[in-house]
């Protein structure tokens, strides 16, 4: 619920700066515009959902599982740091 209200806020701050130097926009773009935050707010929570659901299975321990962690971790932030970086 923490990610899809921080998303929602976020989306709401941003367009109010966007929207600072325009007198007025166009209504069809505003009700797009909403039904795209509430759609990215709801997959926020269900990506959440399925994380927390995800933390519940009991997959055991030992080596293997804590490499197979550290190499996801690795990926993740691979994904990050090339999302990241300034384009050409």
Do not use: F, K, N, Q
């Not at 209200?5 to 109010?16: D, F, M, N, P, Q």
């Not at 007025?24 to 399925?50: D, M």
């Amino acid at each position: 619920m923490y990610a899809g209200g921080l998303l929602t806020v976020a989306e709401l701050a941003y367009w109010s700066v966007e929207l600072r130097g325009r007198a007025h926009e166009a209504e069809r773009l505003t009700e797009r515009r909403i039904a795209l935050v509430a759609v990215l707010a709801l997959l926020a929570i269900s990506a959440g959902g399925l994380v927390l659901a995800a933390t519940s299975v009991d997959l055991g321990s030992g080596v293997a599982i804590d490499l197979l962690g550290v190499a996801a971790a690795v990926g993740a932030l691979a994904v990050v740091a090339s999302l990241a970086r300034p384009r050409a």
